[in-house]
């Protein structure tokens, strides 16, 4: 069975903080996928980053960065100088073959940034 | 173009009514997808679609009934709405797991 765990419920920072959301997965197949999503007030899925079993390169984009570590099996999503516009609810999802390629997601972190 | 394209946006409906929520892509995807997103935000799939063939049907009852015409379109019909299926539904695509797709969601409100 495959699950996803993203511990912190809501987490609120002040504009220009760095903050990290923290994603622990759980899965028996070897090959997967490991995704996050972001989902602002408006509702709509955003797709941010694709990262396979295979690439424990840490990737960057623009203030975006992700850690992932097979070892500990986490995929953490790193915000630096986090802005207002990035307050939403971002998902860490995984999908498998053996999971039916179906996207398994997280509970959700809500990430509010104030002035 | 919208690659993943789904109506209505907004549905109210009274409790006992059938409706239905379409679901078109235009990416070329295999297989299609549904979730819903319940109050507390939580995405759960509901069905995938694969070439037309159901692949995945999770616990969701039989008033869920999923119909794909053809390779580009999953449809959602629901039969005798309840309070509890009031939710976000999203239509979802992908190329096996080469990435996925959403819609823009449905938003469904059963009074």
């Known amino acids: 069975a495959q699950k996803v765990t993203q511990a912190q419920t809501e987490i609120s920072v002040v504009e220009k903080e760095d903050v990290t959301l923290d994603c622990v997965y759980e899965t028996r197949d070897t090959t997967y996928y490991l995704f996050w999503y972001k989902q602002p007030p408006s509702g709509e899925l955003v797709f941010l980053i694709r990262r396979n079993s295979f690439d424990e390169q840490n990737e960057i984009s623009g203030r975006y960065s992700w850690n992932f570590q097979k070892s500990t099996s986490s995929f953490n999503f790193t915000i630096t100088a986090s802005q207002v516009v990035d307050s939403a609810v971002y998902f860490c999802a995984l999908s498998s073959t053996g999971g039916g390629n179906k996207l398994t997601f997280g509970t959700g972190t809500q990430l509010k940034v104030e002035l | 173009d919208t690659a993943v394209s789904q109506t209505p946006k907004y549905l109210v409906t009274q409790m006992g009514n059938d409706k239905s929520i379409k679901c078109e892509q235009n990416l070329g995807h295999d297989t299609m997808y549904w979730y819903k997103q319940d109050s507390k935000k939580f995405l759960k799939i509901m069905f995938s679609?694969?070439?037309?063939?159901?692949?995945i049907n999770e616990t969701v009852p039989n008033r869920f009934s999923p119909k794909s015409p053809d390779k580009a379109h999953l449809n959602l019909h629901i039969n005798s709405l309840e309070l509890g299926d009031s939710a976000v539904y999203f239509c979802?695509?992908?190329?096996?797991?080469?990435?996925?797709?959403f819609g823009s969601g449905t938003r469904l409100t059963v009074v």
């Open positions: 979802a695509s992908s190329l096996r797991d080469y990435g996925y797709t």
């Open positions: 679609y694969n070439n037309k063939e159901l692949i």
